[in-house]
């Protein structure tokens, strides 16, 4: 630590010592703080998994629960609809149902 120290002083001179150490003081808290930022984005979006509480019986229960829970309307729409919207919801690529049937 001290030999990187003496380069340091030696490269930029004791003139420019303060300078720099204040430069690397705000690149290490700007750090610090796009660290933090992510790490709250992080946060939110674990917080915003649909959580599903009881058992479900049938898959459109279970849908249903998933878009009432993502503030999806279900009345009046079939289950491919439903998993359509829950998907673009979630940003999700949709899937072809028959196929996986």
Same mark, same amino acid.
């Given at each position: 630590?001290? /030999? /990187?120290?003496? $380069?340091? %002083? !030696?490269? !930029?001179?004791?003139?420019?010592?303060?300078?720099? $150490?204040?430069?690397?003081?705000?690149?290490?808290?700007?750090? *610090? *703080? $796009?660290? *933090?930022?992510?790490? @709250?984005?992080?946060?939110?979006? *674990?917080?915003?998994?649909?959580? /599903?509480?009881?058992? %479900?019986?049938?898959?459109?229960?279970?849908?249903?629960?998933? $878009?009432?829970?993502?503030?999806?309307? %279900?009345?009046?729409?079939?289950?491919? @609809?439903?998993?359509?919207?829950?998907?673009?919801?979630?940003?999700?690529?949709?899937?072809?149902?028959?196929?996986?049937?």
């Amino acid at each position: 630590m001290i /030999i /990187i120290f003496a $380069a340091v %002083v !030696l490269i !930029l001179g004791t003139g420019k010592l303060p300078g720099f $150490a204040k430069k690397m003081g705000k690149v290490v808290s700007e750090y *610090n *703080n $796009a660290k *933090n930022e992510i790490q @709250e984005q992080m946060k939110e979006v *674990n917080e915003e998994v649909p959580k /599903i509480s009881g058992p %479900v019986e049938t898959e459109k229960e279970k849908l249903e629960m998933i $878009a009432k829970s993502a503030g999806i309307k %279900v009345e009046g729409k079939t289950d491919e @609809e439903i998993q359509k919207e829950i998907s673009s919801k979630m940003g999700q690529k949709t899937t072809d149902v028959t196929e996986t049937k």
